[in-house]
């Protein structure tokens, strides 16, 4: 697993401003500082084409889809806890080792904006639309109308989503010249794409478990 955590990741994390749980509620986001504009950017490096605008604005949209997806994993484990899994399902354990590499992510992200002169702590619009749309997700699985497998496939979802974001991320870090942040990426998008294939194994084992299950029903019948 490849361990890349800056000061302040694992801690973002738990004091990230909480969603509603209340199904049918909308989330509850506590206004960032300069909402104005797209990134709070620091000194004249952007200025000077040290840091640009549209990589820090998409730096900052993965960062804020990196916090909530931590998020989700520790719903899941706590889910997990409450409901029980099944066959071939995840464990616990599993969620959360899951979960420690959204948080490696997070400092992967922070340290690139900090290098680009940006402040990761402000919120600029992309990653406010995104904090947005997840939050639809998350609310689906702190339901406790909703069962496990239900969440794994919201989250599934989201995984997908997360690796078209980090194969954009490596282009455009190309383009301006960042290879070895670039590099950094790459290592992450490997990550994100072995979450998708285990949460594709669990919603599918649980699929199939239901059809062969529906099939003794009929047979018996």
């Not at 706590?78 to 616990?92: I, Q, V």
């Amino acid at each position: 697993m490849n361990k890349v955590v800056s000061g302040g990741a694992e801690r973002e994390v738990s004091t990230a401003p909480q969603a509603a749980s209340v199904p049918g509620s909308t989330a509850r986001m506590t206004p960032a500082r300069g909402m104005a504009a797209p990134v709070r950017v620091a000194g004249e490096r952007v200025r000077e084409g040290h840091g640009p605008v549209s990589l820090l604005e998409r730096l900052g949209e993965r960062l804020s889809f990196e916090r909530m997806s931590a998020r989700m994993y520790e719903a899941l484990a706590t889910k997990l806890e409450r409901c029980g899994t099944f066959e071939s399902g995840p464990r616990r354990e599993d969620l959360m080792a899951i979960r420690e590499e959204e948080v490696g992510h997070i400092g992967i992200l922070r340290h690139a904006i900090e290098k680009l002169g940006g402040d990761p702590r402000e919120l600029g619009r992309a990653a406010r639309v995104v904090r947005v749309a997840n939050s639809g997700v998350f609310q689906v699985i702190v339901n406790p109308r909703t069962s496990l497998a239900q969440g794994l496939e919201a989250m599934l979802m989201v995984e997908r989503a997360d690796c078209d974001g980090w194969h954009m991320l490596i282009e455009m870090a190309r383009a301006v010249g960042e290879h070895r942040m670039s590099d950094s990426f790459y290592l992450a998008s490997t990550e994100e794409e072995r979450h998708v294939e285990l949460l594709r194994r669990w919603v599918t084992h649980h699929a199939l478990q239901d059809v062969i299950a529906g099939a003794e029903v009929l047979d018996a019948a």
